[in-house]
């Protein structure tokens, strides 16, 4: 079984940065692909971003390319989102994600993933 467990979350002013941290236990994460998903009130679960179980394929969605990045340390079983220059429509409960599949396609659909992580509040004050 797989378990992953985001950190990182918080409150921070728009323009402001966060990283969230994943970290994942249970199986051999360097085999799994993962993905960022977020979810706001009352909106349905949208996707963030995703990296291939080597890293080398990422995917993000439109409205955080060139402000979000995605990675990982196979190595610590870790995964992360680095956020810069948040809006006041990025707030939400973001979600880890993991897929036994080296490289979800599409990446942005959420059934492909099997295992999620409890989640953690983001917050941009303005």
């Known amino acids: 079984q797989v378990q992953l467990v985001e950190s990182g979350g918080g409150l921070v002013q728009a323009g402001g940065s966060l990283r969230l941290s994943c970290a994942v236990s249970g199986r051999t994460f360097s085999s799994y692909a993962m993905g960022w998903f977020r979810q706001a009130p009352g909106k349905e679960r949208e996707f963030v971003a995703h990296?291939?179980?080597?890293?080398?394929?990422?995917n993000y969605a439109d409205s955080v390319k060139g402000r979000f990045t995605i990675s990982r340390d196979n190595a610590k079983n870790t995964g992360f989102l680095q956020m810069h220059s948040l809006k006041p429509t990025d707030p939400a409960v973001y979600y880890c994600?993991?897929?036994?599949?080296?490289?979800?396609?599409?990446?942005?659909?959420?059934?492909?993933?099997?295992?999620w992580g409890p989640g953690t509040q983001v917050t941009v004050s303005s």
């Open positions: 994600a993991a897929t036994p599949l080296r490289r979800a396609i599409p990446a942005a659909t959420a059934t492909l993933y099997d295992y």
């Open positions: 990296i291939s179980s080597t890293g080398g394929r990422i």
